[in-house]
């Protein structure tokens, strides 16, 4: 229920300030059902959803973040069909947070929509809600035409972590012919068993799109599988330093001193981030190979790069 912060509100006058000829009274008198019981307040921002002028309903919708229930969740998802986009973004951001759980039933009705929008924001709504029965929805849509869908999609399966959904979804991450659909369904791997997603993954180190590449790398470095460290190598050389970056972080987290030449190498790069990530996985390795590479990095220009790079030796110098 939300809480009143002004037991002088008077309803009445925000009844009348709701259908003043000015907009921005109308939108004011909006922002001020946040204190009203909720019993009066649903149905005025309901109400309000339908407005004449875009900022009036665009408070409407984020108004409703106060409040629960299905009357609240189906005026939100109605409002992703608005003819205004800041209007529809903020029905779509709203509805991302609910933990409502009248909701799924009316999200899940979202998402059989023909518009793209309104489907592709009740599926992102129902992913915290981590319903069984949208499985079979968000298995569906896997096949849309649409990548944002199917982005989507992926999400809610991700959120289920179902293992018997994993073959979709790495099957997903190393064909969708959309780069960003591939990126989500390399990130939802995450959670996984690293026996089972290390070739998928490392196969995305080899992918056409860096964004990819680097979410690949990431996701390695998070379940850390040992037969890895060869294609992390390889990816060392990668044209883009965000993905050497997030490898340099990933065979931190392998340990393995096979990686302290290409670590150390990179050093020398002109990119601070990446020498900064390296010096760190070096003195995450502990190798005394690393030594004559991190000596060097103390007099770095970057004071970050210094610092870290002492930390790895002080790390190496300990010992285990």
């Not at 199917?150 to 959120?159: F, K």
């Not at 690293?194 to 860096?210: F, P």
């Not at 979410?215 to 992390?232: C, D, M, R, W, Y």
Request: proline content about 4%.
């Amino acid at each position: 229920m939300a809480i009143s912060f002004d037991e002088g509100l008077d309803l009445d006058e925000v009844l009348e300030n709701l259908s003043d000829a000015d907009a921005g009274v109308r939108r004011v008198a909006v922002m001020e059902l946040r204190e009203l019981d909720e019993d009066d307040a649903i149905p005025l921002a309901v109400k309000a959803l339908s407005d004449s002028d875009a900022n009036v309903r665009k408070e409407a919708a984020q108004v409703m973040d106060e409040f629960e229930g299905a009357e609240t969740i189906q005026a939100l998802v109605g409002a992703l069909a608005d003819s205004d986009e800041g209007v529809r973004t903020t029905a779509a951001a709203v509805l991302a947070e609910t933990q409502d759980p009248t909701a799924g039933p009316i999200l899940m009705q979202g998402v059989g929509s023909t518009n793209i929008f309104v489907k592709a924001a009740s599926l992102h709504g129902l992913r915290g809600l981590r319903l069984a029965e949208s499985e079979p929805l968000a298995l569906e849509n896997l096949e849309h035409a649409e990548p944002t869908v199917r982005r989507e999609s992926v999400g809610v399966l991700a959120y289920l972590k179902s293992v018997s959904i994993l073959p979709v979804l790495m099957n997903t991450a190393a064909n969708d012919s959309d780069e960003n659909v591939r990126r989500a369904a390399i990130g939802s791997l995450v959670y996984c068993p690293d026996d089972q997603v290390t070739e998928t993954l490392t196969k995305g180190l080899s992918d056409d799109n860096w964004l990819v590449r680097e979410e690949s790398a990431f996701v390695l470095g998070k379940i850390a599988p040992t037969s890895a460290v060869n294609a992390l190598i390889d990816a060392m050389s990668d044209e883009y330093w965000q993905v050497r970056v997030k490898t340099a972080a990933a065979l931190g987290k392998l340990k393995d001193p096979a990686a302290v030449d290409v670590l150390g190498q990179a050093l020398s790069y002109n990119i601070s981030n990446l020498r900064k990530e390296s010096a760190a996985a070096l003195g995450e390795i502990k190798s005394p190979n690393a030594l004559p590479f991190l000596q060097v990095a103390t007099e770095d220009v970057d004071p970050d790069v210094r610092k870290i790079a002492q930390w790895a030796i002080d790390q190496i110098n300990k010992g285990d």
